[in-house]
């Protein structure tokens, strides 16, 4: 209690010495009343353009564990705060089942995920589903993220694939891993419901269970770098540790340095190396960059890589057959390959690398200033990729694959939706962040008609097309940044909402813009998706429900007690509806267990530990144990202020 006391005086202090706008003050002193550690996570933003000091949203933290300003949390986290409050008073009512509920959801997914998780270690020596499948499972990663993250040679790769099923020798086991785990990347958009999940997990498993080996000098070669990195795409597309890609990623970039790729092969390797050598490890080099600032922007933890750490050059624009040639020539860059497409992604890195920075190294002080300078900067980037690829569909009468220019966009913007979130909360009060406010929300909907393409602002387009549907399916039955992204753009979108009607005074209704209306509604459906397709996380579904229901709730003018009712029955329903989910999906599985382990479904004082970890005191509270656990894919944060 002493220290707590002087730690509260220190922070009184400095507060009394900084110039903190009015408006920003009174809500850091309404959070410390909250919470007594507020002080302790303050962070500000110095702004010589408006002349002031306002304090933002910098970071989230748990325990031991910060996410910095590029982590999706970061921007939505006051509309999730604003409807746990109004339903905290009431979920512990006996007559409400949200509770209960949540308890039955979560019993069923811990006994789905533990039958289809194989035991460990998993040595991989499964067999391969039949060639009709294997071929179109192949055929799927090549089409996605073959063309952007360029890691086999491709030529190479299907000679070999193809001699599997004609060779009487045994195949090679680092081939076969790589095979897998090409596979279990491909299951991914292989259908709308990922009916191969558990075979992809299985095969993951059985790649982590080989590169375990304590085995080190005779991997020291490409296709023990392509298997890394093709392990950290499949792992976090379907939820395999996918929360420590970040330091997985660190750990590959490290390999790579050691092994060299850091330094361009054309310059310190011998005058007698190949092209093929040469190509294979810049487009290696090339892509291992990219998973490093791409893990970093998605955890929002730091990139630990600099332009300086590296002189590799990118790859040249050679298709894959040419580096099988002699002496072979690049192509001029306006014709387009299957290396396109990572050489105009890769001249944007430097910048997306300085945004990441700026985001979340420690050391950065954010100021509104650079915040502007660097969404300039990337908006001329921006144009050039895609002036880029006008040119290259103009040029050839051939255009880039749609899956692959899809996902190109949808990286792209994450950067700037980053950039501008943290001011997006303060728009409302400081109108000098108006700007901010509209890039926010122009860009969160941009990403949504990308990630769902089928949805009802989009209906004008066409949403047949195989890339369009491969995209979609990555979203909704894959994991990771891109369904992150979307739900993010969501989320945004209803706060937005909110804050308009919260902000606006009438007689009348107040108008509200077709577009982002319809965003929550077909987030809806599009969540529960993916549900159907496999996910035994509810969490999102309930969450954008709950959030629907409060929008609709201001538009009818409801008073706070009416809201809170509406927002636990719906609760209620949501639950029971993705219950009934995961019962069908549980009973797909080998053997359904009768009972189901009683003690998960009955309900005691402590289960309420589940409500109250999705609850507000608990978001803004160090000191309660494991904080939004149960809403935040098992990512439990605190936001420092």
Known sequence: MKSRIRDLEEQLSRANQMPIHSSVQAQTQDLGATHPHAGETLGDVDSRLFGETQVITRSVIHKSRMFGQSHWINGVIGICRDVFQMIEPHVRDDTSGAVSNIQSCKAVARVIKSRRTPPWPTPPTGPLPSKDVTDELVDCYLRTFETVYRVLHIPTFRRDYDALWVSDTAPDVAFMVQVK?????????????????????????????????????????????QNNILLLIARELVNVGGDTIWTSAGTLLRTAVYWGLHRDPAVHLSKRTTIFVVEMRRRLWNTILEIAVHSSIASGAPPFISMDDFDTAPPENYDDDQLMADAPMPKPENVLTQVSVAIALRKTFPLRLAITKFLNDIGSRSTYEKTLQLDAEFRTSYKTLCRTVQRHSAGTGFVFNQCAMCMVDCLMLRYLLSLHVPFFAMAPQETAYAFSRKVVVETSLRIWCGVHPSSSIMASHDASATGRNDFERLAICGTGFFRTVAMQASFVIASELSAQLQEEESLGPVPLRADLLSVIEDAKEWVFRSIEAGETNIKGFLLINLIAVKVDGLRRGYTNEQLSGILVRTAEDVEARCLRILEDMAGQTEGMVAGLDQTGLNITPESLDDWDQMMTNVLLNQSTAEPMNWVFDEIPMVPLL
């Open 181 to 225: 785990l090409v596979l279990a990347i491909g299951a991914v958009t292989y259908d709308e419901k990922f009916s191969l999940r558990a075979s992809a997990i299985r095969w993951i498993y059985e790649a982590q269970t080989w590169l375990s080996e304590p085995v080190f000098k005779s991997r020291r070669s490409i296709p023990f770098l």
